[in-house]
């Protein structure tokens, strides 16, 4: 006797279409629906992001800040030959433009410096 005769008989048995599911020990006719799930939470729009010009800074919540671009010559030193170094470096600052402008001055001689190839004359 195969599985559909099995099949057959119980539904015989029971004068309602069970489909597969009888055999299986599930009864869908008693089951509960699954849970609904919850309601998706609405979307909040997203603003376009910030330009360079108006501000970028995600991070800060677009606090004001100060770009400062200074440049440095570095010399060798006298008795001492070799070519200068001009280095310009830029910082940006969410302190004030003074902060930048330091940062960047400082930046600008550390680079050039390290830069700098001397030679004893």
């Not at 309602?16 to 629906?33: C, I, K, M, N, T």
């Amino acid at each position: 006797m195969s599985a559909l005769d099995v099949q057959g008989m119980v539904l015989a048995g029971l004068g309602r279409s069970a489909g597969p599911f009888l055999l299986l020990g599930f009864d869908p006719v008693g089951a509960e629906a699954p849970p609904t799930p919850p309601p998706a939470k609405p979307r909040l729009p997203v603003p376009p992001p910030i330009g360079p010009k108006t501000g970028a800074c995600p991070e800060r919540h677009c606090a004001p800040f100060w770009v400062a671009t200074r440049s440095h010559t570095a010399r060798c030193p006298e008795g001492y030959t070799g070519a200068s170094v001009t280095v310009t470096r830029s910082f940006t600052s969410y302190l004030s433009l003074n902060h930048a402008e330091q940062q960047a001055a400082a930046l600008a001689k550390r680079d050039a410096t390290a830069q700098l190839h001397c030679t004893k004359i």
